[in-house]
Structure formats: structure tokens, C-alpha cells
């Protein structure tokens, strides 16, 4: 069996290959049993992106990661486009993708290298928790909490929590074991989003979530910088913004959002391929 892929990195800037997320997406996948591909995305140990089917118009694809089969995530849905577009002679035009959990999602290119996805609305809830424990929660001073912190899902539900300076977003620290009791408390995923503002419609943000019990840092996440953008069409805020995320975990990364005065909120980035190649095996 000959199978191809190719190693994309997300949310990334143009010119460092070890930046954004990175995942495995394997262009012609239109025949695998689910059993390989689990197998192949344990052994790349990345999000990884089966495309079941393409045309010049999108496609239909699947995401698994070592644990399992996974939701409709910004990562993917970009870098999956990047694929289908060079597939078919690098066109640059707007393409929807399918998954089994979501039946079209439009991905717009923008400039010569980024897309741009529209978000799912969200629901947003207001916290009545008290500063000292959103504090703890994150491991800062009371006064370093600066706005409303609430609980948003738009698709994947999380806490947004401002904080007053970058610098406060940079000594931000998690407890695992207060993450998971506090997310069980709200009845929302163990997922802290945390940010500032820096000045000239730029952000500094780090995201926090709790596989296993634990708790993760990311590089750069799609849903969580949605989650952001309703955070401020609920706080009457719109415009572009850029998000710079990542840096803690030494992958930097910049993801782009727009806030629409009708509350839409759309998320993109920069896509990088960095590297393809073969499977190449036989199967018992």
C-alpha cells in the first residue's frame, strides 16, 4: 500500500517552518477502514486528516487524533483546504467541506497563503463566580482579572478569561485539578482561554485544556479564538484583530479574527506545508 501525505502547520507564520499547529493530512483516503486510520493517526502522533473525497468545489473529510476520532476543528478545516486546493492546481477559490458532524462548512482563501472559515454561533454565560476564585483559577493576582470573564461555545465551550496585561497572559499558570472542578461546576469543557489586549487591534493569548484529567497547553486553537470573537460581539466590540499564541510552548502563532458588527465572527491563518512523503507497507 502507497499511501501519501503532507505535514501542515496552521495559524503559522510564513516564514518559520516550526510555528502553529501541526497536523498529517493524507490526500486520498477515500478507501481506508476506520481500524487504519487510527492506526496512522497513532503513529504520526498529530490531529490527523483523512480526505474521503475532493473535487475543485471541497470535499469530505475525517479527523482523528492517537485518541480517537475528533470534531470538526479550525486546524484541520484549513489545512484540509490548503490540500484540496493544491490538488487541483492551486485555484484559490472559496471551497466547502464535509464531515460526519458537520454538513458544510464554507473555507474562503484570503491573500496569497491564508484561509478563513466563518464560526458556528455561539451561546454565551455570564459568570457570577467570585474575582478571587477566577484568579486562582489561573494562578494571578486578583487584580490582574480585566473585563468580564465568561463561558462561550461555539462548538467547543470554554472559559474566556481577559486579564489586564500581556504580561499577566504570560505568568498565567493552571492547576489541573482546579481546572477539571471548575469546569464540572459551570457544566462546560476543561478549556481556559486566556488574553489581553496588546495595543493596535493586537492580542496576546494562551489557551488551556484538560485531556485525561491533565491539563494541556496549545499552540494555536481555531474554536478558542472564536470563542474570543463572541466574547466581544457580546461586549460590543468588531473589527479585525490578530492573536498571537503559542510562544509559551515554543510554537508561535498568529490567527486571524474578524468581528462583524452583526456578530458574526469569522477565524483564519496562515497555512504552511513543510514536508510529504509515502507510507509504504504491506497489510496481513
Not at 149 to 163: E, K, N, Q, W
Amino acid at each position: 500500500m502507497d499511501l501519501t501525505y503532507r505535514i501542515i502547520n496552521v495559524f503559522a507564520k510564513k516564514d518559520d517552518p516550526f510555528s502553529g499547529n501541526a497536523l498529517c493530512v493524507f490526500d486520498d483516503a477515500g478507501n481506508m477502514e476506520d481500524e487504519l486510520m487510527q492506526q496512522l493517526a497513532q503513529q504520526a502522533n498529530l490531529e490527523t486528516v483523512f480526505i474521503r473525497e475532493s473535487s475543485p468545489e471541497g470535499g469530505r473529510i475525517r479527523v482523528f487524533s492517537a485518541g480517537g476520532e475528533g470534531r470538526f476543528a479550525g486546524s484541520a478545516t484549513l489545512g484540509a483546504a490548503h490540500v484540496i486546493s493544491c490538488m487541483y492546481g492551486n485555484r484559490r477559490e472559496e471551497l466547502h467541506l464535509t464531515s460526519r458532524s458537520v454538513d458544510d462548512v464554507t473555507v474562503a482563501p484570503e491573500g496569497k497563503d491564508n484561509w478563513m472559515i466563518r464560526a458556528t454561533g455561539a451561546e454565551v454565560r455570564h459568570l457570577t463566580s467570585t474575582p478571587q476564585i477566577l484568579a486562582s483559577l489561573v494562578g494571578l493576582r486578583l487584580e490582574s482579572i480585566h473585563g468580564e470573564v465568561m463561558v462561550v461555545d461555539s462548538g467547543r465551550s470554554g472559559i474566556v478569561l481577559p486579564v489586564k496585561t500581556p504580561e499577566d497572559v504570560r505568568k498565567a499558570h493552571l492547576d489541573a485539578r482546579m481546572l477539571h472542578s471548575y469546569a464540572m461546576l459551570l457544566n462546560t469543557e476543561p478549556q481556559v482561554y486566556v488574553w489581553a489586549d496588546s495595543g493596535d487591534g493586537q492580542i496576546e493569548s494562551r489557551m488551556f485544556y484538560g485531556p485525561s484529567g491533565g491539563v494541556v497547553e496549545v499552540a494555536a486553537t481555531g474554536s478558542g479564538a472564536a470563542n474570543l470573537g463572541h466574547w466581544m460581539a457580546a461586549n460590543g466590540r468588531h473589527g479585525r484583530m490578530r492573536i498571537s499564541q503559542g510562544a509559551a510552548v515554543g510554537r508561535p502563532s498568529f490567527t486571524d479574527l474578524v468581528v462583524e458588527e452583526s456578530g458574526e465572527v469569522f477565524v483564519g491563518g496562515h497555512v504552511n506545508e513543510i514536508a510529504h512523503g509515502h507510507y509504504v507497507f504491506e497489510l496481513s
